[in-house]
């Protein structure tokens, strides 16, 4: 058994556009390192938060303890966890942040117990924080944070999961403004009911996109730039969300749409250069209005969360 490991935790993008609540996709451009300690004291201490965000000190509150104290009273643990966190995954900026600690913590205890959980119970244990603080039951951050690459969630009871191949070279960028926007609050205002030619397109839409993945054809990946049930609300919650989607099109972005819930952007480009020059554009959109952001620039990511030292 283990008495210390530190993790890192990738940045994730859900919905994907098309996929709402359904698929995500890792995104190891930004990630949290968080480490934890084993002590004699029983409890769950987080001993520092460094980084560039702040997120809760209390344990009950926070998505990285959150699982830590649950699986410590399913399992009746007599030791104590301190825990270290460098937070660099913007929080409440629409790249699962909130994921990223949940699975991290729900890994971490896992490790310092000996590996007891399987994937399924990891996963199970990062849901009940996931869904405490974004006000949903939604798995689509927390899967790829967890297995890495492209996810399809099935099932959130059963956390029945698919892992599904993609485009080695699939490029992406993800831009964030310096504006916080939670979940809860951006699930607010979905709408209740969606009219039977919209699931329709939406179903079109994602077939598309999940075909263009494992035929590896990048033009059907354009699928994403469609969603009816979030982009039409939650696009207004974005300041200049059109004219930003509209200058990616435009400077070359295969799709674009709402990373997750939001505020932040990704588009999908061929190649680091183009992909660069693409989040370019994006962000001179705010430059013009004098929004602050920062630009993520990297491949979709075959890895998830993983132990960077023992
Ligand atoms: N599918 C979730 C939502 C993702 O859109 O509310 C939150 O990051």
Redesign the pocket.
Known sequence: MREFVKVFSPATV??VGCG??VVGFSFSAVGDIISFRKIDEPGVFIKAVRGKYEIPGDPERNTITIPILKVMEDKNVDFGVEVEIEKNIPVAG?L?SSAAGAVAGAVGINYLLGNILDDNKILEYALVAEEKV?G?R?A??IAPCFYGGFVIVRDVFSMEVVRIPFPEDLFCVVIHPHVSLR?ED??KVLPEKIFLGDVVKQMAHLSCFISGLLLGRKDLLSAVNFDCV?EPVRSRLIPEYRMIKEVALEAGAIGCNIS??GPSVFAFAEGERETEHVGKEMGSVWDRIGLEYDLYVGKVSEQGVRLIEE
């Open positions: 859900a919905n709402f609540d629409g699962g974004s949903g939604h689509d951050n979940t951006s699930r979030a997750g819930s």
